[in-house]
């Protein structure tokens, strides 16, 4: 409360000096941990098309903004499915791109090695646009690469050929309603000139758990800057550790607290070959998995998410069937690649639903391409609520 910022993050400049109107900040889960965008100090944010239910998250406020027609574009960052679950929840188009393409610099880290800033838009022109702008080399983030561009210049919706890779594992036990909608999604690109090729990632049951254990781990790291000593909050205690200890009890939300004691715990003498190691070893397995699956597809298509959102409030007291959420989507953080969700269909209630579009690292023209072409031919924004058919 009350902290501002003493300088601009890279994102922030570049959309700035390219004349784009900024008009704010969103509320999102604290340090981007949560699924829901109930980890908050200032309430939770409603989903536009039903305010009983959440917007997903950690960017829930950005998936809000843009679906209920406050903003054209909004930025997120993503760090296990926090651009792309939300954008699900909401009905819109955000991308995960490939880590190191967008500068972190000035991005309050979560897990370093994991978070990711893209743009969540109306549809995936939108977004080319975006990444236009903030696809930079940046010589403050160690990480930042050179990258061509042209995302826009190069949109097209003729994907004939393009070879399409999906799990058939990914539907086991899933929701009727996610299923038969990205189904229905599959049978278009069919119909667009696509090519379906079957794959099998020996991945599935450990991606999640390798997610959590890494992603904790670097928080703990992370966050252990945040000590009331030099910016932020600070509670006075009696000598410099009971300072730490009621600084960081009373600045810490639940969520966070619990995710620092993961992760200080998988770290700990005696843990860290059972925990986190095993975990850099499941990370390995993954991106070996998706280099495979690369040499014979394109794109890979899966669901965004498991269901459509839930009731706020109805999952709060349980974390593990929260971090259930981010089950298709964690995999693209841990492998470095690049990934998009945007709304294939609704639920029975009018919910939307969203279809993941993932591609090999730098080729996000890729995703693009294979987004544009589905809006243009599912009609996808035409006669829904929320939805802004596009100018």
Partial sequence: ???????????????????????????????????????????????????????????????????????????????????????????????????????????????????????????????????????????????????????????????????????????????????????????VYKDLGCEIVDLSFSHNEIALSAYYIISSAEASSNLARFDGVNYGMRIQGDDIIDTYTQTRSKGFGREVKRRIMLGTFVLSSGYYDAYYKKALRARSVIKNNYDDAFKKCDIVISPTAVSGAFERGRKTQSPTEVYLADIYTVTANIAGIPAMSIPCGFTKDNLPIGLQIAANSYNEQKILNAAHAYQNAADYHTNKPGILKQV
């Fill in 1 to 187: 409360e009350n902290f501002i910022p003493p300088y601009d993050c890279t994102v922030y400049e570049l959309l700035r000096a390219s004349g784009g109107v900024l008009l704010g900040k969103c509320d999102m889960d604290e340090f981007a941990m949560g699924s829901t965008n109930e980890n908050t100090a200032l309430g939770d944010t409603k989903n536009p098309w039903d305010i009983t239910k959440v917007t997903g998250g950690s960017s829930g406020g950005s998936a809000a903004v843009v679906a209920s027609g406050q903003a054209i574009f909004a930025l997120g960052s993503d760090t296990g499915g926090s651009i792309r679950l939300p954008s699900s929840f909401c009905g819109v188009s955000g991308i995960k791109p490939t880590y190191s393409a967008v500068s972190r610099y000035g991005l309050v880290a979560f897990a370093s090695s994991l978070d990711q800033i893209g743009p969540i838009a109306r549809d995936a022109r939108d977004a080319a646009i975006i990444l236009d702008e903030i696809v930079k080399y940046d010589n403050r983030d160690s990480t930042s690469v050179m990258v061509e561009t042209g995302y826009l210049k190069n949109l097209t919706d003729n994907i004939k050929g393009m070879k399409i890779g999906i799990d058939m594992s990914h539907y086991d036990g899933l929701n009727d309603e996610i299923k038969q909608a990205v189904f229905a999604a599959l049978d």
